[in-house]
T-cell receptor
């Protein structure tokens, strides 16, 4: 059974803290993605990675960075958390194959920044 | 650029009612189309997909047909159940090249009452 796991389901952090969200997939997928989900806005892509140590900005990269040192792990970093980064964060992965392949999602991390 | 427009919710139905959730898209080339479902407290999971014009995706009693002439991919189910209560997302990936990015609609909340 395919699996994408995220390190926390719920997280509460203070403004200005550095926050790490971890994602691990066990499917040997090349591509990994970080989205945030907000009511009325749907899912928006923050960053994605198509190979180890490779990354590309998505639609809303400001205030975030990512790290992919190993194929199975993709980390999202909030350098200095702010209240407008309170959101649900979803990680996904997909195999190489361009436009025909589905993405597999983790359960999400609900982050609250106070 | 690519975009997906789906009907706004929330949609409330009684058990065994007929469901339609409209989805239209704008994209260059020949996108693949997807419906994802998000049950309460969970991540997204693929419900069905279609990769070329006139393809019909189906799963768990849900169906959607890729209509290139109307740029639509409407989701239908003949008889909904309480367990179908969830948020439904229409999405596309533009085909070809190295474009792996999913473009999502904003989601439609479905509530099915017994």
């Amino acid at each position: 059974d395919v699996k994408v796991t995220q390190s926390s389901r719920y997280l509460v952090k203070r403004t200005g803290e550095k926050v790490f969200l971890e994602c691990v997939q066990d499917m040997d997928h090349e591509n990994m993605f970080w989205y945030r989900q907000d009511p009325g806005l749907g899912l928006r892509l923050i960053y994605f990675s198509y190979d180890v140590k490779m990354k590309e900005k998505g639609d809303i990269p400001e205030g975030y960075s990512v790290s992919r040192e190993k194929k199975e792990r993709f980390s999202l970093i909030l350098e200095s958390a702010s209240t407008n980064q309170t959101s649900m964060y979803l990680c996904a992965s997909s195999p190489q194959g361009g436009g025909r392949t589905e993405q597999y999602f983790g359960p999400g991390t609900r982050l609250t920044v106070t | 650029g690519n975009s997906v427009t789906q009907m706004e919710g929330p949609v409330t139905l009684s058990e065994e009612a007929f469901l339609t959730i409209n989805c239209t898209y704008t994209a260059t080339g020949y996108p693949s189309l997807f419906w994802y479902v998000q049950y309460p407290g969970e991540g997204l999971q693929l419900l069905l997909k279609a990769t070329k014009a006139d393809d019909k995706g189906s799963n768990k009693g849900f169906e959607a047909t890729y209509r290139k002439e109307t740029t639509s991919f409407h989701l239908e189910k003949g008889s909904v159940q309480v367990s179908d209560s969830a948020v439904y997302f229409c999405a596309l990936i533009r085909g070809g090249g190295s474009n792996y990015k999913l473009t999502f609609g904003k989601g439609t909340l479905l509530t099915v009452n017994p």
